[in-house]
């Protein structure tokens, strides 16, 4: 039997702090800041802009005076040069942002001789009224659309231009409401879409833009065949069922990068670009280029990683990309940690052109369950599909358990079917903001030993994300900030004195369960009150999940409140809640998110620290 201390109040808390202050060191000055203080006694003159707020940044950060400010050299005659030139530049700036009329002065206040201070350049604006938009018409070159598609693609761009009557005129505005109408051109249907024809009128007397695009969409595109280049190890058939490109279909840029994706993780590919041929070639087939870079017929790759879950933990996994004789891909990996040692391989085919393919998989294993350690070993043979939202896979699996510790179950082994449904329909596969995804798994077996009892395993999952209200700087960036719903449900029906291999029972508890207790330390208890898994399982967690704003600006970090419960049973009427509840910090890192939580678990009345890289569902 073996027992795992649950990690010091003391030291969670001194590992979240630190976690919040590496936060705050990230939103420090740099050094540079410090460099332009010192060198700040050796600029030729200092630069006052007075200013309305809205407009002083723009100024003070293009003015071309701010290029010469620091050559400690400038002559007078310069000096002179630029003042006279101030003018002009400043109302260019202001004419940027809708302001046509402004009153500028420019005075010099020259240094008192024998002084080390420099000359004082200030420039007092009164910028005017802004210009408002009062008219913007978007047009489309050729007949009036006579198909529907194409008449709700037009209506979509007319509706959300960005720069409608009623809004303030500005250059970045203008060209921003161009290239978004653009955009939603090429990106759909007519990836060769131009604009033929832009104009900004405008009345500086009486403060009014008129606004006027006319945009060339082009050819109607659909996909042609995918032709694969750079390919030498790998058939180029395989690629084209591992892309799943919809040819034929209407082009769509989300399903030319979906595609891209699919190839670059296929790990066939240790590098892919997909684009479209649409020069000289038929619109209506228009081919689609696959540039690759092939991955080594075999690789081997360590690691080490830490969780709060297992501790320490080291990996080495080995990639075979054509087994010999067959052409299926082989994963094989070793995974040491402080829970489990487990080995296993995984062979799988290439999809066929539905998307389903053939796999196989063993695996040997020793883990610490409840208070037990536990041999186990898994064979499973089957099929699986994935598409663009939706996995469903179906497989025979034979699995043997055999406990070791005081009092502990006997051995067994099991036969089943295994079936599972997975849709994921999140707005990022990596980093989701809303959206929900569902499973369900369903197994219907048979022990073998110590004798045959018929049982059915079944587990459902459920992740919600239910935006709130919207988080705005005063900048004007704003990010959404949502609720995360989560539940798990599982049943194990058998005869009461039925001896299921333990693999098939549930725990629960850790970072992606039930925070404030141990990786799965929430379990049934045995007659002599020793921990082990249960036949039911219930587990719900509601999280508040806000951007975080720092001195007016938005960052990659958002804070968090999480209430956490779960259970594990024998009988559903002896499931009784573990509760958590806690706050925490998501980073928005590069290779997806951050997560550390500091949890108290309420039964268990424990601070535990969780920290977790990534989103999985």
Sequence with gaps: MSRHSPTPAFWSALLFSSLLFLQGCSLLPLQDDHARADTAAQDAFTLVVLAPPAIRPTLERHLDLQRFRTQPDLQPRELTRLLSAADDDARQLLATLGYFSPTLTVDLAPAAPGSTATPTITLRVEPGPQTQVVEAEVEFAGAPPSDAPTRRQHARIRNGWLLPPGQPFTQTGWDNAKNQGLRQLQTRRHPTARIADSRADIDADQQQARLAVTYDPGPLVHFGPLRVEGSQRYDPDGARRLARLPTGAEYDEAQLLDAQLRLASSGYYDAVFLTLDTEGTDPLAAPVVAQVREAPLQKLVSGVGLSTDSGARLSLDHTHNRLPGIGWRALSKLALDRNTKRLGTDWMALPDEGGWRWFSGAQ?????????????????????????????????????????????????????????????????PTAPTRGYGVAWELGVGTTLRPQRDPFVRLLARWLHYQPLGRVQTAQGPARQSRLAWRAEAGAVLARGGAQLPVTQLFLTGGDTTVRGYGYRAIGARTDNGQLFGGRYLAVGSAECQRPIVWKGEMTDWESTLFVDAGAVADQPGDLHARVGVGAGLRWRSPVGPVQADLAWGVQAKELRLHLRLGFSF
């Design 364 to 428: 040997l294993q020793r883990e610490t369950t409840g208070d037990y350690e536990v041999n186990s070993t898994r064979l499973r043979a089957g099929r699986s599909q994935s598409t663009d939202h939706i996995d469903r896979n179906y497989a025979l699996q034979f699995d043997t358990a055999r406990s070791q510790g005081v009092n502990a179950p006997p051995s067994s082994a099991a036969l089943s079917a295994q079936f599972g449904w997975t849709g994921r329909y999140f707005n990022s």
